[in-house]
């Protein structure tokens, strides 16, 4: 079992920056595949990095690529997701997901952990 808790999220203007942190509880932390999603008002969840067991591989989706980057300690349990040059489309919850699988993945069903969601509201 894998419980996640985010912070870091808030109020910024385009082009500012933020620093999304996902504490995780479990002794399988280490092992797990990471993810951040992100949700806006009306529309679906959708995938926005992942990171392996490691921190060795990683993926972004196109709309955050060269803006946004995704790293973990494994010694604190902790993933980051570091967004850079934000934009008022980037605006949403944010959430850190877990999988039981070592490698990341970019689909929301593959998750099995999910924290509660953390706001960015970036304005224009």
């Known amino acids: 079992q894998v419980q996640l808790v985010e912070s870091g999220g808030g109020l910024v203007q385009a082009g500012g920056s933020l620093r999304l942190s996902c504490a995780a509880s479990g002794r399988t932390f280490s092992s797990a595949g990471m993810g951040w999603f992100r949700q806006a008002p009306g529309k679906e969840r959708e995938f926005v990095s992942t990171i392996s067991w490691s921190g060795g591989s990683t993926y972004y989706a196109d709309s955050v690529k060269g803006r946004f980057t995704i790293s973990r300690d494994n010694a604190k349990n902790t993933v980051y997701l570091q967004m850079n040059s934000l934009k008022p489309e980037d605006t949403a919850v944010y959430y850190c997901?877990?999988?039981?699988?070592?490698?990341?993945?970019?689909?929301?069903?593959?998750?099995?952990?999910w924290g509660q969601g953390t706001q960015v509201t970036v304005s224009s």
């Open positions: 997901a877990a999988r039981r699988y070592p490698n990341g993945n970019d689909r929301v069903v593959n998750y099995d952990y």
